[in-house]
C-alpha cells in the first residue's frame, strides 16, 4: 500500500477547538468486562454501562511545544520513520520497534525500555477482517490500573521484576498515523492533571491467555481534552498510561477515538498503530 509522508497542507488551518461526543462509563457498582477473543484477537464483548457527553476539545497543535511526559501525560513530536508497511509484523518488529525504543528514550530519559507489544487498527471493517486488525476503540479510558501496571512488568520480565519493580518505572505508548493523514476517528488525550483517581473505574480485561485490568473513566467536566488533527506518519503521540512515582508527576492518560463532525464526507478510514513499552529509569520510587 502507497504512503503519504507529507503533512496534509491544511492541517495549520483546522480549528482551534472542537466540540464532540465522547463515549465516557458510568459507574454502576459493578466491575466492567472487556473480553478480546476471536481470529488475532479482533472481537469483543463488553459489560458495563456508558454514555455519551459532549465536551470541547482543543486543537493541541499551536501549543505543542508546551506538552511534557511528566506534566501533561503526554508529547507531541516530530519522528520519522523507515517503515515501508505498518502491515508487515516482521518489519514493525525489526524496524519500528527499535525505532520506537529510542524516541521513548528521548522522550522520558528512561535508561532501559522494553518494547512488548502493538496494535494496528483500521477504520474500515473489509480491510480489519482481510488483515484481522482491531477497530478505534471509541471509549475513554487509560491502558493500566494500580494493580496492572506492575503486573504487566511480572508478565513480560518475570524473572527480573521484583528487582525491576524497586526502582521508578513508567508504561509509555506511541500513537501514530501509518498511511494517510488521519481524518476519521482521531485520538483525543486529556491533560493527566484535569483527571482526578475519583473518575477512574477499574475494569475487567480479558484476553484468551491472561486477564488484565484498565480504567474506564467516568464524565467530569473538568477534563481537559485535546488532539492533534491532521496528525501524519512522521508525527508521533507519546504517552504515558502507567507510572510507579507518586511524587506529582503525570500518572494514567485518559485517552479514546472519537467521531470529529469536521471530518469531510468520504474521508479515508483511520489507519493507525500503537505501540506500548515499558520505561525503566534510575530513580528509587518516590
Known sequence: MATTTMQAPDAAAAPTEIEAFLTYAVDTGVKPVNETFGPANTMRKRTGATNEQAVHIRNGRPMRDTFKLDV?????????????????????????????????????????VVIFDHTVRNGDEKVREEKLLREPVLS????????????????VLPDEAEELLKKRFAIIQIWRAINTPIQSNPLAIADARSLPTKDLIAAERRYPNRVGETYWVSYNPDHDWYYFPLMARDEALVFKVYESAKDGRARFTAHTSFNDPTTPAGAPPRESIEIRSIAFFDEDVS
Not at 90 to 103: D, G
Not at 141 to 148: A, G, L, V
Open 140 to 155: 475513554v479510558h487509560n491502558d493500566y490500573t494500580e494493580w496492572s501496571g506492575p503486573q504487566r512488568v511480572r508478565d
Open 72 to 112: 501533561n501525560g503526554f508529547e507531541f513530536v516530530d519522528h520519522k520513520t523507515q517503515m515501508k508497511s505498518f502491515y508487515d509484523p516482521e518489519e514493525i518488529k525489526s524496524i519500528y520497534y527499535r525505532e520506537a525504543e529510542e524516541l521513548i528514550k528521548k522522550v522520558s530519559g528512561a535508561s532501559r
